[in-house]
């Protein structure tokens, strides 16, 4: 069983050695603004933060929404998803183990994506419009909520929706930011947001554990992107996944991104 309390967000980190990853620089990243307008459209179907069947089967076959979620997964900008790499993908993030309580349940929703491909696309690469009747057919919905959601009570939270979305578009997996750790840390982060959704710097220190005040700054100014100074959860819990699961030449790489504040190299 995992210790919950023991979790950070990043390892303690001395002066000069940062204990956490860089993604692949070939690959294009997801800003903050995405990951705003993922959100903002989900808002726009849901009530109250939750989202039923209905609202679920409108939000897949939402243009808007299906055009970004496309782009999630066309890491490198291609126009197209390598249709056996994409359920690979699928399968990689969604079946760990029999034992999970959720492993037919993601089996169901591989297989329905899967069929679904086939019969849209036959065995070509997926197009955006390809993409958009794939997850927009009947059953997807009701497959995803028995995924993400409570298929007793037949709905999604936009939180939990936003999290699933992260997990099976990123990249890499990541070995540390296991379901378990990613609730705590959405515990943590709200726990020190309060309602505004968001932290500034000064929260962010204190949630992760670092010896160096400056590289936590600096990590900080990384994840955010932008002048708003402040960091959101869907944004953190991405960047988090983005430079996880790398190994030493992506550290290097985010070493230089933390001391260059100029950004000249």
């Known amino acids: 069983m995992e210790e919950e309390s023991s979790f950070s967000v990043v390892t303690p980190v001395a002066d000069n050695t ?3 990853s860089l993604s692949s620089n070939s690959s294009k990243r997801l800003t903050s603004a995405d990951l705003k307008r993922i959100r903002n459209v989900i808002e726009s179907h849901s009530l109250k933060n939750v989202l039923n069947q ?3 089967h409108l939000l897949l076959n939402n243009q808007e929404f299906s055009s970004l979620l496309f782009n999630l997964f066309d890491t490198y900008g291609s126009g197209f998803l390598g249709q056996s790499a994409w ?3 699928l399968k990689s993030r969604l079946l760990k183990c029999e034992s999970d309580p959720k492993h ?3 089996m169901e929703i ?5 069929a679904n491909a086939y019969m849209v696309a036959y065995t070509d690469d997926i197009q955006l419009q390809d993409f958009q009747e794939i997850i927009g057919r009947n059953g997807i919905a009701h497959s995803l909520i028995k995924v993400v959601g409570d298929a007793k ?3 999604i939270l936009i939180d939990d929706l936003m999290i699933f979305i992260s997990n099976i578009t990123s990249p890499m997996k990541s070995s540390i930011l296991t379901k378990n750790k990613v609730k705590h840390l959405e515990a943590v982060f709200k726990q020190h947001a309060g309602g505004k959704g968001t932290i500034n ?3 962010f220190k204190q949630i992760i554990l670092s010896k160096n005040d400056f590289c936590a700054e600096r990590i900080f100014e990384i994840f955010v992107e932008d002048d708003s100074g402040e960091l959101s959860f869907d944004q953190l819990l991405h960047s988090l996944q983005e430079y996880s699961a790398h190994g030493n030449d992506e550290k290097v790489a985010l070493l230089f991104k ?6 000249d190299g």
């Open 54 to 56: 209905s609202n679920v």
């Open 104 to 106: 037919e349940d993601n």
């Open 87 to 89: 359920i690979d993908l």
């Open 258 to 263: 933390v001391y260059d504040i100029n950004g």
């Open 153 to 155: 009570r037949n709905h």
């Open 201 to 203: 710097s000064h929260q």
């Open 18 to 20: 940062l204990h956490t």
């Open 110 to 114: 591989i297989e329905l994506l899967e």
